[in-house]
């Protein structure tokens, strides 16, 4: 029998929080070289719950390479969503405007896309490709989005968890751990998908800027040894007596700042 050709096609969303490109399994057949994914990644929705992916595929978009392509397919996935942070690990650019989305890559244009009318906020990308007639979408239930839905999907894996431990942490100006963990037990971040206290503890790296944020250095100069041969000299008959207030800073264990009264100096005039 002669396999006759169609096109088919789907509306993938942009999305900058996704880690990678994620596809439904209805909208499956429109990806190359699709195949089943025994140990596919485990996600994480905005909502702490997890999918795992089943197959795996690549987008069929001209002049990029495999990575930055490649596709996860879950069975539970409302919208296919296209990680713009994979497409620019692949050196494309990307334009986006109130009206339209744009990538390129070498100065050709590979993708083109359009602000959603649905009020989602986000850029729609239509895809295309040719799949043999006979091939039908698999059905697959799909999950209706609610008002407002987010579509941010981290993967789960030892990296992504230091990296979402470590975006968390920082957009938060980089506290101590403990302060973070007491935060998250408080319920002070509940908004924080995928943010919890076993996160932290396990996986938020060392931060340079926490530790430089609470060193307590003793100011230089405060019990110099060195001595000024300049000033063994006995100073002209001409004197003048000037006030000056001092900053006396205390090296104990929480530093302060105090004034000394007015003391009285003389200084040479020339």
């Not at 996935?77 to 405007?97: A, F, K, R, T, V």
């Not at 992504?160 to 971040?189: C, E, R, W, Y």
């Not at 264990?253 to 040479?268: P, Q, T």
Request: proline residues 7%.
């Amino acid at each position: 029998m002669q396999l006759t050709t169609d096109y088919a096609s789907a509306i993938a969303k942009s999305d900058s929080a996704a880690s990678n490109h994620y596809w439904p399994l209805r909208e499956a057949p429109i990806l190359n070289n699709l195949q089943e994914d025994k140990f596919g990644p485990t996600v994480i929705l905005p909502d702490t719950s997890n999918l795992n992916a089943t197959q795996k595929g690549h987008l069929p978009i001209p002049h990029l390479s495999k990575t930055a392509t490649s596709t996860s397919v879950f069975h539970h996935l409302h919208s296919p969503l296209i990680s713009l942070g994979q497409l620019c690990d692949d050196d494309c650019e990307i334009y986006l405007n109130r009206k339209s989305l744009k990538v390129t890559k070498n100065n050709k244009t590979v993708l083109k896309g359009h602000r959603s009318t649905s009020g989602d906020g986000l850029w729609d990308i239509p895809i295309t490709n040719s799949i043999p007639s006979n091939i039908t979408p698999s059905p697959s239930p799909s999950i209706a989005p609610a008002n407002g839905s987010i579509n941010a999907i981290i993967r789960q894996d030892h990296r992504a968890k230091q990296d979402l431990a470590s975006f968390h942490h920082g957009s938060l100006f980089s506290p101590s751990p403990t302060t973070l963990i007491d935060a998250v037990k408080s319920n002070f971040l509940a908004t924080f998908p995928g943010l919890s206290a076993n996160l932290v503890d396990k996986h938020l790296p060392s931060s340079v800027y926490t530790a430089a944020g609470h060193m307590r250095h003793e100011r230089q100069g405060l019990r110099s040894t060195k001595t000024d041969s300049s000033n063994l000299s006995p100073p002209s008959s001409t004197t003048k007596s000037h006030d000056v207030i001092c900053a006396l800073v205390a090296s104990t264990d929480k530093s302060f700042y105090g004034f000394n009264r007015s003391l009285s100096y003389s200084v040479e005039s020339r």
